[in-house]
């Protein structure tokens, strides 16, 4: 592979509320993201990659009331569940962020501080529509519009009216909108820029980032107002500089800005419009790039805590392993739109595209060599294929389609052993030389196609990927031989079994 001169790269992921168990859309963020910071450690970069969990907020506060703890013994407890899912996940961040670090909060302190005296904060009186789920106002015309009722938490917006601290995302409405437009900031897919885009045409409004502390009590502290208390977004937002060090830790100037933030697609508002403000009021620079992602609903059902629908990744991933839910969520979720799981459809995915393409192919190649070859892998010419549409399919942050091109690699090769018949070529290898060679130039040139396969679903499916380079890297075959997905039917019949 063509390796590109060493450059530190920053990514990032949302950090999720820990009001709740990690669910698949949250590993989905740490998936897409661990997809890019691999294939970029393979081409050389040195990359940083921030995940987290946001820790404050009414809505933290009223669950762990629930659970009569008090909040901090709450996140204490919650947030290891989504540590142990990013170790589970395979995940290769290089950080974790808690929002209530002793670091986050003082520098977060700081952002208030640099903000206020840029004359960018303000004291206000706002009256509006609340959605505690969302922890956001929402317009008259919104909130009209949904019945009163938020369509993505299913809970009445309250009517709240208190005194505030404003802060002015109105003043950087042009610079923002313009960022976008030349691509500075980028937005991807583009219809989610151009939704912005239309979101902002009468600019960004400035939001309210403080509430008073008998209204919200579980938060940062406003620098010298010990009635007001922090937005959870300003502070929530802040996580992707403080995580660096920022301000006090030079480090941070080494990755900032960020080439790449992972969000999904119902908070890109808030990542397109407050944070590039807060940014441009601190005078740093705005992330490169924004990859929104869709929602993923459970068999076209969107996933709620009412319905109780969700889906934990654990259950997945005890069942069928880390690379399964990688795979599944890479190219069965398409990265830049809205996906479903079933368990169906995932186990489909599961037996056929994992367990028969692949597994069964590196399988058999590995058989033959041994059966014919003791295990000796003969040399052949490096497999040539035409790498570009996969690169072109990463660049453009379209990670189902650049497994969709290594399927069709695993598709042709199975299909060329179909018809080039090694089994066949192999009855006649010890009395005539030409089938011998024939045979190893065959085995060879499907093992070496399975490195290659190897290489491109690194990022994806980290462990596969390796095994299939322990098993061909070298020119002998290991001795024994681990069988790769082997056929799991938990959800779906299992052909195998015995007609009644
Ligand atoms: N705490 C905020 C993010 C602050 S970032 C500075 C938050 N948390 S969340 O827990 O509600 O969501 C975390 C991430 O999970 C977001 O990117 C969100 O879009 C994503 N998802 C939540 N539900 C999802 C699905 N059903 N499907 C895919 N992703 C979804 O928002």
Redesign the pocket.
Known sequence: MLRAMTKKAYITT????VNGAP????A??YTLADIWARYQRQNGREVRYQTGV?EHGNKIAAKATDESLDPQAYVDKMHTNFVELIQKLNVSSTDFIRTTDGHHKGAVQYIWQQLSQAGLIYKGSYEGWYCQGCESFVTDKEAAANNGICPDHQRAYERLSEDNYYFKASQFSQQIREAIETGKLRIVPDFRKNEFLELIKDGIKDVSVSRPRKNLSWGISVPGDDDQVMYV?LD??S?YITVLGYPDREEWKEYWPADVEV?????LR?HAGIWPAMLLGLGLSLPKTLLV?????VGGV??SKSLGNGVGPNEVIDNYGTDAFRYYFSRHVPTQEDGDFTWEKFEQAYNNELGNDLGNLVQRVAAMVTRYQAGVIGDAPQAEHDMGPYRDAMDAYEFNKALDIVWNTVRSLNQYLENVKPWEIAKNREKDTEASDHLAEVLAHAASTLLQVSDLLAPFMPATSEAIKVMFGTGVLPAEITPLFPKIYLHTPDPRAPKA
């Not at 669910?23 to 949250?26: A, S």
């Not at 992602?293 to 609903?297: L, R, S």
């Open positions: 949302a950090i999720p509320y669910h698949i859309g949250h989905l963020d946001d977004w929530a937002l996580n969000v999904g697609k119902d908070i808030f992602h869709g929602f993923v609903g969107k996933m």
